[in-house]
Protein backbone atom coordinates (compact mmCIF):
# COMPACT_ATOMS: atom_id res chain seq x y z
CA UNK A 1 0.00 0.00 0.00
CA UNK A 2 1.20 3.76 -0.67
CA UNK A 3 1.90 5.86 2.05
CA UNK A 4 -0.54 8.76 1.33
CA UNK A 5 0.35 10.77 3.93
CA UNK A 6 4.39 11.12 2.24
CA UNK A 7 2.16 11.74 -1.00
CA UNK A 8 -0.08 14.48 0.43
CA UNK A 9 2.41 16.05 2.63
CA UNK A 10 4.60 16.60 -1.19
CA UNK A 11 1.37 17.93 -2.54
CA UNK A 12 0.55 20.59 0.33
CA UNK A 13 4.11 21.58 -0.22
CA UNK A 14 4.59 22.34 -3.55
CA UNK A 15 1.35 23.40 -5.25
CA UNK A 16 -0.56 26.98 -5.03
CA UNK A 17 -4.00 24.35 -5.90
CA UNK A 18 -3.58 22.64 -2.89
CA UNK A 19 -7.07 21.58 -3.51
CA UNK A 20 -7.19 20.34 -7.08
CA UNK A 21 -3.27 18.97 -6.62
CA UNK A 22 -4.89 16.77 -3.80
CA UNK A 23 -7.91 15.32 -5.42
CA UNK A 24 -5.83 14.71 -8.38
CA UNK A 25 -3.42 12.83 -6.49
CA UNK A 26 -6.32 10.99 -3.84
CA UNK A 27 -8.41 9.91 -7.79
CA UNK A 28 -4.84 8.12 -8.67
CA UNK A 29 -4.84 6.09 -5.54
CA UNK A 30 -6.72 2.49 -6.44
CA UNK A 31 -7.56 2.57 -2.99
CA UNK A 32 -10.98 3.86 -1.80
CA UNK A 33 -10.86 6.88 0.01
CA UNK A 34 -13.52 9.22 1.51
CA UNK A 35 -15.10 11.32 3.90
CA UNK A 36 -18.26 10.69 5.83
CA UNK A 37 -19.87 11.51 8.90
CA UNK A 38 -20.64 9.22 11.36
CA UNK A 39 -24.33 8.08 9.50
CA UNK A 40 -22.23 7.26 6.17
CA UNK A 41 -23.24 10.52 4.22
CA UNK A 42 -20.64 11.59 2.07
CA UNK A 43 -18.39 14.31 1.60
CA UNK A 44 -16.22 13.60 -0.53
CA UNK A 45 -14.80 10.04 -1.86
CA UNK A 46 -12.11 9.54 -4.83
CA UNK A 47 -12.85 7.92 -8.12
CA UNK A 48 -12.25 4.08 -7.05
CA UNK A 49 -14.87 4.36 -4.45
CA UNK A 50 -17.33 6.28 -7.10
CA UNK A 51 -16.16 2.98 -9.33
CA UNK A 52 -17.02 0.54 -6.76
CA UNK A 53 -20.37 2.19 -6.21
CA UNK A 54 -20.97 2.21 -9.75
CA UNK A 55 -22.07 6.25 -9.99
CA UNK A 56 -20.26 9.69 -10.72
CA UNK A 57 -19.04 11.00 -7.69
CA UNK A 58 -21.24 13.94 -8.40
CA UNK A 59 -23.79 11.81 -8.00
CA UNK A 60 -22.65 10.25 -4.48
CA UNK A 61 -21.64 13.16 -2.47
CA UNK A 62 -24.71 14.10 -0.06
CA UNK A 63 -25.99 10.37 -0.49
CA UNK A 64 -25.29 7.37 2.49
CA UNK A 65 -23.38 4.37 1.64
CA UNK A 66 -26.51 2.51 2.32
CA UNK A 67 -27.38 4.41 -0.47
CA UNK A 68 -25.41 2.23 -2.70
CA UNK A 69 -24.94 -1.16 -1.23
CA UNK A 70 -26.87 -4.11 -0.26
CA UNK A 71 -28.74 -4.02 3.33
CA UNK A 72 -25.85 -5.90 5.15
CA UNK A 73 -22.95 -3.99 3.46
CA UNK A 74 -24.39 -0.73 4.39
CA UNK A 75 -24.75 -1.74 8.45
CA UNK A 76 -21.12 -3.15 8.01
CA UNK A 77 -20.60 0.01 6.76
CA UNK A 78 -22.93 2.18 9.50
CA UNK A 79 -21.13 -0.44 12.37
CA UNK A 80 -17.65 0.44 11.16
CA UNK A 81 -18.53 4.44 11.41
CA UNK A 82 -19.34 3.91 15.06
CA UNK A 83 -16.81 2.07 16.07
CA UNK A 84 -14.11 4.39 14.45
CA UNK A 85 -16.22 7.04 16.31
CA UNK A 86 -15.96 6.09 19.38
CA UNK A 87 -12.63 4.42 19.55
CA UNK A 88 -10.74 6.62 17.24
CA UNK A 89 -9.29 4.11 14.44
CA UNK A 90 -10.06 0.65 13.19
CA UNK A 91 -8.87 -2.17 11.16
CA UNK A 92 -10.80 -5.14 9.79
CA UNK A 93 -11.35 -7.22 7.07
CA UNK A 94 -14.87 -7.25 5.53
CA UNK A 95 -16.56 -9.45 3.17
CA UNK A 96 -18.30 -7.03 0.81
CA UNK A 97 -20.36 -8.48 -2.77
CA UNK A 98 -18.20 -11.33 -2.92
CA UNK A 99 -14.95 -10.32 -2.02
CA UNK A 100 -13.02 -9.51 0.88
CA UNK A 101 -11.73 -5.64 1.92
CA UNK A 102 -8.97 -4.39 4.13
CA UNK A 103 -11.09 -1.95 5.63
CA UNK A 104 -9.28 1.23 7.82
CA UNK A 105 -11.60 4.04 9.62
CA UNK A 106 -10.46 6.91 11.67
CA UNK A 107 -11.82 9.24 13.72
CA UNK A 108 -10.94 12.50 12.02
CA UNK A 109 -12.70 15.83 13.22
CA UNK A 110 -12.93 18.61 10.17
CA UNK A 111 -15.31 20.90 9.19
CA UNK A 112 -16.75 20.43 5.89
CA UNK A 113 -17.19 23.49 3.12
CA UNK A 114 -20.70 24.11 4.47
CA UNK A 115 -19.70 23.99 8.31
CA UNK A 116 -20.71 20.36 8.84
CA UNK A 117 -19.02 18.40 11.03
CA UNK A 118 -16.98 15.36 9.13
CA UNK A 119 -15.94 12.71 11.32
CA UNK A 120 -14.44 9.39 9.33
CA UNK A 121 -11.68 9.12 7.26
CA UNK A 122 -11.89 5.77 5.23
CA UNK A 123 -9.50 3.84 3.51
CA UNK A 124 -10.41 0.46 1.63
CA UNK A 125 -8.45 -2.03 -0.34
CA UNK A 126 -9.87 -5.19 -2.03
CA UNK A 127 -7.85 -7.85 -0.84
CA UNK A 128 -5.36 -9.50 -3.73
Known sequence: MKDISLIMKKVIQNTDDKEKMLEKTLDSLEEMISYTDIDGKFYY??????KFLGDRKENIIGKREMDFLSK????LCKENNR???KVGFIK???YVQGKYYDVFK???EIEGKKGEEISILSLIKEKK
Open 72 to 75: EAGE
Open 106 to 108: SKV
Open 83 to 85: LAY
Open 92 to 94: RVD
Open 45 to 50: LNNSFA
